[in-house]
């Protein structure tokens, strides 16, 4: 079983005592959960309603008791495999766009997933929150996490940090993460078949699932606080790339000026942070990964299409999905 002990050592045993009741809680705690098998991980756990991977799980409680969160933080918000990649690119190039120029830009350079970091994983650092702390602001950051395990200071109205999230139709959703679940399932496990990671997904089994709720929770909060979460659908930027880069930039305070519409700054950023684009770039196409991602950067990109469920599903699939996401969202997001 993997234990805060197992996987920082003797570092823990250097942390100051609020830390350490944090892992100790973690390791009580961790036991007593409801597990499935994961996808690409070896177990998921259940809590809150959530089936989370025991080091999202560890990284959800770090985040509770000791994440400081800063008006100016901007938190990228998605469901997996809902757009993840292409959003934190759009908000890193908004944030930044008077800062390089369009032809020798960080985002040809690097991938959109080492530009703005994903808090999950490093809120871990050297066993505590310095890593996130000793971050400039504005701090991009990104998460995976429901909306409902952020604790109080970050949610409430008084917190002036902001969401910005972006949803997908469910039945792309769920073709994308079984891909991108068999890229990264050991060699010595077998591939990962479409029906068994349909009925995991249909139960709500799957990577911080079920996606539903994960949805229907940033969807509320956006109804109930539009000034701090921003609720995008995937469909709707594919559509109207342009009327998106304006509704974000206007979100987190960064609104363009007639004379950045009469540049074109817009149509440049759209191009920039287009699907196309992204996968183009040579970064993108390397097998390049870190300590806290260990996966490469291709694994990112496969086609991002709207639609792409036709070339999978079956039409029992269909409806089944179907039903499910009308019961569970009747009609409330709907155009």
């Not at 299409?305 to 997001?333: S, Y």
Request: overall charge negative; aromatic content about 12%.
């Amino acid at each position: 079983m993997e234990t805060s002990g197992s996987f920082m050592g003797n570092e823990v045993k250097q942390l100051d005592e609020g830390y350490q009741k944090t892992y100790k809680s973690f390791d009580e705690l961790l036991p007593t959960l409801p597990r499935v098998k994961g996808w690409w991980f070896d177990e998921h756990v259940q809590y809150q309603g959530f089936w989370l991977p025991c080091h999202c799980l560890r990284g959800s409680m770090l985040i509770h008791d000791h994440f400081n969160p800063r008006p100016s933080d901007i938190i990228v918000a998605t469901s997996p495999k809902c757009g993840t990649t292409w959003l934190r690119a759009l908000v890193f190039s908004i944030v930044n766009r008077n800062s390089y120029d369009f032809t020798n830009h960080p985002l040809r350079k690097a991938n959109p997933q080492d530009l703005v970091i994903f808090l999950d994983a490093h809120i871990h650092g050297d066993g505590s929150t310095s890593f996130i702390d000793g971050f400039p602001s504005p701090r991009l950051l990104s998460t995976h996490l429901p909306y409902s395990l952020f604790p109080q200071r970050m949610t409430d109205d008084s917190s002036a940090c902001r969401f910005v999230y972006i949803c997908r139709d469910p039945k792309d959703v769920f073709v994308s993460k079984w891909h991108f679940a068999n890229k990264l399932r050991s060699k010595e496990l077998p591939p990962l078949t479409l029906e068994e990671a349909f009925d995991m997904f249909c139960q709500g089994a799957s990577h911080y699932g079920p996606f539903w709720d994960h949805v229907l929770g940033y969807w509320k909060a956006s109804l109930e606080s539009p000034k701090k979460v921003l609720f995008l659908k995937y469909e709707d930027v594919k559509k109207q790339p342009w009327d998106c880069v304006r509704k974000v930039a206007e979100f987190i305070g960064v609104p363009f000026s007639q004379e950045e519409e009469e540049e074109g700054i817009v149509e440049e950023i759209v191009k920039l942070c287009s699907f196309e684009n992204l996968r183009n770039q040579d970064v993108n196409k390397s097998e390049s990964r870190s300590w806290v991602r260990p996966v490469n950067n291709s694994a990112f990109f496969r086609k991002g299409e709207v639609g792409d469920w036709v070339n999978h599903l079956t039409p029992q699939m269909v409806e089944k999905l179907d039903q499910i996401t009308q019961v569970k969202f009747q009609g409330r997001l709907a155009d």
